[in-house]
């Protein structure tokens, strides 16, 4: 399995390249819902770029050495969000479809809890792997050969907050005046 390193700046260029798609296809919505945490930051930037409501619905399904290690799926009993009710135009946002089987069970699960709301619902990702089981109505980029992708923040996941003082040479007990 190859291997594709993102830096923070190609990944911020991948989102705005699927609100640019997003736009030329004509397509409007009135709604994002975005899978956390991989597409929380996606969802988040869209939902900025198109000034529409952001619902998030958490889901895991990677776990084990470096979170990847793919597990059963699990969703959060609901969805967060700030409005009475979900919108009827959804945009479901991950930042990739993998396997294809979260984007998948995803609808399902949309469609069980919230489908007297929806009347259209599309996908949107950054990346697309061959490999996946169903494909996204939008996406940044199709990866033929389904590397592994190392996104910037996955840093994090392996850094406890006494790591990060460490390394920022701030002792752990000295809080910040943010001034």
């Known amino acids: 399995m190859s291997d594709l390193y993102v ?4 990944y911020h260029h991948n989102i705005e390249r699927l609100a640019a798609k ?8 009135n709604q994002i819902v975005c899978l956390a945490k991989g597409g929380l930051r996606v969802g988040d930037i869209l939902a900025r770029i198109y000034d529409v409501p952001l619902a998030i ?5 990677y776990g084990g050495a470096n979170n990847q290690v ?5 969703f959060s009993h609901d969805l967060t969000m700030t409005t009475a009710n979900l919108g009827n135009r959804v945009l479901l946002v991950d930042d990739l479809v993998d396997s ?8 399902t699960w949309l469609d069980r809890k919230y489908g ?21 109505d939008y996406y940044a980029d ?4 389904n590397p592994w992708i190392h996104q910037p923040f996955e ?4 850094m406890t907050p006494a790591d990060l003082a460490a390394s920022l040479n701030q002792p752990s007990n000295e809080v910040s005046s943010g001034v």
């Open 116 to 136: 007297f709301y929806i009347d259209e619902i599309r996908t949107a990702v950054l990346w697309y792997k061959e490999c996946s089981i169903i494909a996204p």
């Open 7 to 10: 830096s923070w700046s190609d």
């Open 142 to 145: 199709y990866l033929p050969d």
């Open 70 to 74: 793919r597990g059963s799926i699990t």
């Open 100 to 107: 294809g089987m979260s984007l998948k069970r995803t609808l």
């Open 22 to 29: 997003i736009y030329q296809s004509d397509w409007t919505f």
């Open 155 to 158: 840093k994090y996941e392996q």
């Open 57 to 61: 619905l958490a889901v895991s399904s």
